[in-house]
């Protein structure tokens, strides 16, 4: 008969932003006794019945669904806020933070977690938070940052510069890239911000600012030597059709997005930011970067980190100039520096990791023990016959329809090759060897579709 444990359920949306961090949160609690299952937002949803109790966590309040999976799964459902990172502008945190987290109730929500001590300050104040334990224990994201986590990369770093060449990296976060995409963004971020207005300002000058990023492509492609390349990687809310389009006049100028950015940022030559959190990633790397404009016209926009640890510049001279041209020991003064800036902002940059202090404290968290979950193979079959028709369903759309003002992409674009066992385990093994545990013990199986079982025995 199998063993029963305690069950630990986390979701994937965004695989390139998600799995690999994910992979490393699953290892570290697979190792403290739990029964992980690492899965998509639908796949999740059909385990209904499967089990009665389990933990569950996501990468928000996910308030709707929330109240769904605490009855019909038994969840204890805790949380790591993954919109609320380094983006967000300090002054105006417990704003975004009130209007993110305002369903939160003692009732509902025993344990959360934040991303450093100042966010659990300001989560603290609310009083939504009052009765909830708020641990302050970091972002398993920036665990990957560490240098002994870059040879998990090696071999994707080795293609991309075999494929690419001499690149630099241009990671876009600006949300309305189109007329078509500025309402569709405007109406996202009103439930972030004040009111309608301020929605409206944040959404026109980021417009603004996209406007200045494709003036400053038609000056770069003109001046790249022939040697050199721009890639391009969109914000996951940044319409891939409509980047496509805009990328037409600029030969030397691509459009990727497959994968984690990280592979990307150390392979190329350098990057070209524009207010990504990857500025700081690219920072703390000490991959050269530098930041065009200074988010002065911005409301808002230049308490946070990343217009605090790059040299700014408005010319694609002194961009090609930067980047051509860097100092490896003023990069490694940065990194000194931004983790220096860092503390209080982000736990774990040193010493034990936010993977393995989030994962004690969801073994500690009271659910009883589970059976493994099981899938007929009727209803596995099912269940891939209707993941087969939506597929050609989103084809249909995607050829015939009009996808191109869309502001959020499709599940088959966030997710594109699935979820699949050989590839987390095979992810799992090797961030366990790189940790100097046994990759012999890590046990995985594909329980359903997009639904992977990890254990470690």
């Known amino acids: ?19 690999v961090p994910k992979c490393l949160l699953a290892l570290e609690t697979a190792k ?30 996910w308030t709707n669904n929330a109240a769904r999976i605490r009855k019909t799964l038994g969840a204890q459902f805790v949380f790591l806020d993954e919109e609320m990172g380094l983006a967000i502008p300090h002054s105006e945190l417990d704003l975004y933070l009130g209007a993110r987290h305002k369903t939160v109730s003692a009732e509902n929500y025993k344990h959360v977690f934040a991303i450093g001590d100042l966010h659990k300050t300001c989560m603290d104040a609310l009083e939504v938070f009052k009765g909830v334990n708020v641990h302050a224990l970091g972002w398993p994201r920036i665990d990957l940052w560490r ?24 990671v876009t976060s600006f949300g309305a890239i189109s007329k078509a995409t500025f309402k569709d963004y405007k109406d996202l971020m009103q439930s972030h911000l004040k009111n309608e207005q301020d929605a409206h300002t944040f959404v026109e000058s980021k417009y603004d600012e996209f406007k200045a990023c494709i003036k400053l492509l038609e000056d770069l492609s003109l001046k790249l030597r022939a ?23 600029f030969p030397n100028v691509f459009l990727h997005h497959e994968g984690d950015v990280t592979p990307w940022l150390l392979a190329s030559k350098g990057t070209i930011q524009f207010g990504s959190t990857v500025a700081i990633q690219a920072a703390f790397m000490g991959v050269p970067s530098i930041q065009v404009n200074d988010g002065q016209h911005i409301p808002g926009l230049t308490d946070i980190a990343i217009y605090q640890v790059l040299d700014k510049t408005t010319s694609s001279d002194q961009v090609l100039n930067y980047l051509r041209d860097n100092d490896p020991e003023v990069l490694k003064k940065r990194q000194k520096s931004l983790i220096k800036r860092l503390e209080g902002q982000v736990g774990c940059l040193e010493g ?25 193979w009727p209803c596995q079959l099912v269940l891939c016959l209707k993941e087969q028709i939506n597929y050609l369903n989103y084809l249909k759309k995607k050829k015939f329809g009009n996808e191109s003002g869309r502001v959020k992409r ?12 050989a590839d987390i385990g ?20 594909q329980a359903a579709h997009n639904l992977v079982e990890v254990e470690f025995d």
């Open 352 to 376: 034990s990791m936010a993977s393995t202090e989030i994962a004690k404290v969801l073994e500690q968290i009271e659910v009883a023990p589970q059976a493994p979950i099981q899938f007929s």
């Open 227 to 249: 040697d050199e390349k721009i890639v391009i990687r969109p914000h996951p809310c940044e319409s891939l059709d409509e980047w496509s389009k805009i990328l037409e006049p």
């Open 426 to 445: 095979e992810t799992i093994r090797q961030l366990a060897t790189i940790l100097g545990d046994d990759p012999a013990r890590i046990k995985c199986r």
């Open 1 to 19: 008969m199998p063993t029963k444990k305690k069950t630990v359920l986390f979701t994937i949306e965004i695989a390139a932003r998600e799995l």
């Open 147 to 170: 240098a002994p986590f870059h040879q998990l990369f090696e071999k994707p770093i080795e293609k991309l510069r075999k494929k690419h060449g001499d690149y630099y990296l241009l």
């Open 410 to 421: 499709s599940k088959f674009e966030k997710i594109p090759n699935g979820l699949t066992e």
């Open 32 to 61: 403290s006794g739990m029964r992980v299952y690492i899965g998509s937002f639908r796949a999740m949803k059909q385990l209904d019945g499967k089990i009665n109790e389990c933990v569950f966590f996501h990468k928000s309040t």
